[in-house]
């Protein structure tokens, strides 16, 4: 594979959202970088490109990731990028800010929802019907709803679209009541299923590959941080609370 055809793939697998300071629209260099990205990399869009913390540097960026580019348009440098005064992850901050406004753009009506009487908090949860701790984590949905966490359910089958686990999810989707067949299905228990529209279930299998989540459970928080694995629902409440606090902060 050559380092055009990595690098490209890298980008394919996320959405877009802007990083640090725009430079105006104006700025040549800006304009020779953005062309040269729409030349070389088209599935990422010389739109991408915006100013970055660094001068001499853009940011590129689509989802969760996140790299940077020299003015000159010869370097291309991706890792993260760490404010050392105030001891900041700035490229984990923008891959916050971009699952966010993934999961943001996915409405209820998309997702499998689990809601508690009195919302307090609402988490996007990448689940597969058949992974251990994912089962585990919804074995103990009451306790999570007791803890006021809303759950919005998308279905990611980890095996991709051959997978035993995504014909699964597809009919959890098409069955009339999608939390009941979800529960079952994590039973390994029947339920019953009608024919449907599916491609909801590929539209929840990119957005998790968007948000960079690499197993499951993936649990994406009110502040867009990413947590892969299971998490108790007391620990779980506690974790949201934080992120609540230093919101308001």
């Known amino acids: 594979m ?11 697998i996320i959405a877009s959202m802007v990083s640090g300071p725009v430079f105006a629209a104006e700025d040549p260099a800006l304009e020779e970088v953005r062309n040269k990205i729409d030349a070389m990399f088209p599935e990422i869009g010389g739109e991408n490109v915006n100013g970055s913390p660094v001068d ?16 000159d348009g010869r370097y291309l440098l991706q890792g993260d990028m760490i ?11 923008a891959r916050s800010q971009s699952r966010l ?3 943001s753009s996915v409405s209820d009506d998309e997702v499998i929802l689990f809601s508690p009487a009195d919302v307090k908090h609402s988490i996007t949860v990448f689940t597969d019907v ?9 074995s103990q ?9 809303e759950i919005r359910y998308m279905l990611y089958p980890r095996g991709g679209p051959a997978s035993s686990s995504w014909s699964t999810s597809e009919n959890v989707w098409c069955a009339r009541d999608r939390n009941s067949a979800l529960t079952a299905a994590k039973l390994s228990r029947d339920f019953e299923s009608r024919k449907c529209d599916k491609s909801m279930i ?18 994406v928080l009110e502040d867009g941080t990413l947590l892969s694995g299971y998490l108790p629902p007391a620990a779980l409440a506690a974790r949201l609370q934080q992120v609540q606090q230093s919101a308001a902060n």
């Open 2 to 12: 050559s380092r055009t055809t990595s690098v490209s793939y890298s980008f394919l």
């Open 130 to 138: 058949e992974c251990t701790y994912c089962r585990k984590l919804h």
């Open 83 to 93: 404010d050392l005064d105030q001891q900041t992850n700035l490229s984990e901050q």
């Open 202 to 219: 590929s539209m929840h299998y990119k957005t998790g590959q968007n948000v960079g989540l690499s197993g499951t459970p993936a649990i």
């Open 56 to 71: 001499g540097w853009y940011t590129i960026q689509k989802g969760s990731i996140v790299a940077y580019i020299s003015a």
């Open 141 to 149: 949905i009451d306790d999570y709803l007791a803890e006021g966490i």
């Open 101 to 103: 406004k993934l999961i």
